[in-house]
């Protein structure tokens, strides 16, 4: 669940409301004269960041090395749903975006570690000497029925399954077919031409 904003000292949300419902009267003006959607001014834009920024200084949130990528995501999904801020059912336009904040700070999360999972993976899988898996079970010491993969990440088998089955990577044999099919029309050519009988033994070898 998505923290309660019960402190918001640092942004007011009267002031954070009025401007919202402004800026909702400036968008639908701009949509009757069929002009571009303007861009949020610059007090939202200042609030989105503040929010940003002081959510990612929770505990659950502050040791991540992509908290830079977190906070634009939450800015970017903060602008471009400003619009879907009801002032009719909420006088609270604070917790609304930290809660556009909060999923976005996960959707970040999940997003990098799946790339880091497939990275590990293809490390693995260009591991012959097998160190790199020796290091996992050395290194974290998973149940037998576990992969060391979910310590890693500290996400569940339910989603690294998931990672899977949606990020199969292509082992190298099916990279070789590819190559195999693409040289075989060259060699149908080759027979389909008139070749003389005395080299046509010739071109067999060296087809060979």
């Known amino acids: 669940m998505p923290p309660k904003a019960k402190n918001a000292h640092y942004i007011d949300n009267k002031l954070f409301l009025k401007e919202i419902i402004l800026y909702k009267r400036q968008v639908k003006a701009a949509e009757k004269e069929g002009n571009t959607k303007p861009g949020v001014n ?35 999904n903060c602008i471009m749903y400003t619009t879907n801020f009801n002032p009719r059912k909420s006088k609270n336009p604070f917790s609304f975006f930290t809660q556009i904040t909060f999923y976005a700070f996960l959707r970040r ?56 089955t949606k990020n199969k990577i292509k082992p190298k044999k099916v990279v070789a077919e590819k190559i195999k099919k693409v040289k075989k029309p060259k060699k149908e050519v080759l027979k389909k031409d008139k070749v003389p ?10 087809l060979k």
């Open 197 to 206: 009988k005395k080299e046509k033994s010739r071109l067999d070898i060296f």
């Open 42 to 76: 610059n007090y939202i834009g200042k609030c989105f960041m503040d929010i940003a920024e002081n959510l990612a200084k929770k505990p659950n949130f502050t040791n991540y090395p992509f908290k830079e990528e977190m906070m634009g995501d939450a800015v970017e």
């Open 109 to 164: 999360i999940q997003k990098e570690k799946k790339q880091l999972y497939i990275k590990m993976k293809q490390f693995e899988e260009n591991d012959p000497t097998g160190k790199f898996r020796n290091w996992l079970k050395d290194k974290f010491e998973p149940q037998p029925e576990r992969n060391p993969f979910s310590d890693i990440l500290e996400i569940s088998p339910e989603e690294l399954q998931n990672f899977e």
